[in-house]
């Protein structure tokens, strides 16, 4: 028999959270504790199985972000500066090379796929910005997420406490 | 021992909640630290550098400049991350704060059956 354990909640991920065992008496005679404490397990396992999936993408996504950002740094250098440049480019791990840069309008923005595109200053940095703000939301979103999880775990460990310490209450109690 | 109220659940959630903040926040501390420091060191070597054109890296490239530029520009993101840091700091103060006074609620209620330490 499955026991009404977790509930529609108002996460925008509709990640359904857990119940708070309000009365663990009442609950464990009426459920069992023994089934109880077996649902409450597989549901905690199910959280932290989501959790480790969330702090993954978290990480794919803080390490996007200063890339997103060093673009646009550059992006906002090559506006401001209006002259011709020399700058020092990274070829491969451990090869640097001198490169003259004319003074220009446009750069091109490395778009993933193999394909690179040339856009105008102020199209760039629109792109980059959108990108940046797209990251920044998922990220936000992701936190969101990850904290509601957390909740959750929180109130699933302190349900299988005093689910647990009432057991052996009982076992106690009918030693006697 | 006191029976656990939907009240103290909500405030162990939010302990619970603030200790992995906490966590996060201080290694943001730590790296905003760092990448500041990095930036002070840097300036003390303009300082005493006697080259007329210097290096300084821009997203992945290096970029050459004049040392003046270097100073200015370089002055203008330590600023930045000044007070990037002073804000990450401040979060950091709030949120132990906040644990702590939790802290007290949750031992005054529950005393050693509750614990709220790091393993």
């Known amino acids: ?176 | 021992m006191a029976d656990v109220l939907w009240e103290d659940q909500q405030r162990i959630n939010r302990f619970s909640y603030l200790n992995m903040r906490s966590k996060e926040i201080d290694l943001d501390c730590k790296t905003k630290e760092e990448k500041f420091n990095a930036l002070q060191d840097a300036l003390d070597e303009l300082e005493l550098s006697m080259e007329g054109s210097v290096r300084v890296m821009i997203g992945e490239c290096l970029i050459q400049c004049t040392e003046e530029e270097a100073i200015e520009r370089l002055e203008k993101v330590k600023d930045q991350k000044r007070h990037d840091l002073e804000s990450t700091r401040a979060q950091l103060e709030e949120v132990q704060k906040e644990m702590l006074a939790l802290k007290s609620y949750l031992y005054a209620r529950f005393g050693t059956n509750i614990n709220l330490e790091e393993d």
């Open chain 1, 1 to 176: 028999m499955s026991i009404p354990l977790s509930q529609p909640s108002s996460n925008p991920r509709k990640i359904p959270s857990v119940i708070f065992i309000e009365n663990v008496p009442e609950f464990s005679s009426q459920y069992g504790v023994e089934s109880i404490l077996n649902q409450l397990n597989e549901l905690y396992s199910k959280y932290k199985f989501m959790e480790a999936q969330l702090l993954r993408s978290k990480q794919v996504l803080t390490a996007k972000l200063p890339d997103i950002t060093n673009a646009l740094e550059t992006v906002n250098y090559l506006v401001s500066a209006d002259k011709d440049l020399v700058l020092d480019f990274q070829l491969s791990d451990a090869l640097w090379t001198k490169a003259e840069v004319p003074r220009s309008n446009t750069v091109a923005l490395w778009l993933g796929a193999n394909v690179m595109l040339e856009y105008s200053h102020e199209e760039a940095k629109e792109l980059l910005e959108k990108n940046l703000s797209g990251a920044q939301t998922a990220l936000d979103s992701t936190n969101e997420d990850l904290k509601f999880l957390k909740e959750q775990i929180t109130v699933c460990e302190v349900n299988v406490s005093r689910v647990y310490n009432y057991s052996v209450y009982l076992r106690q109690h009918q030693a006697k």
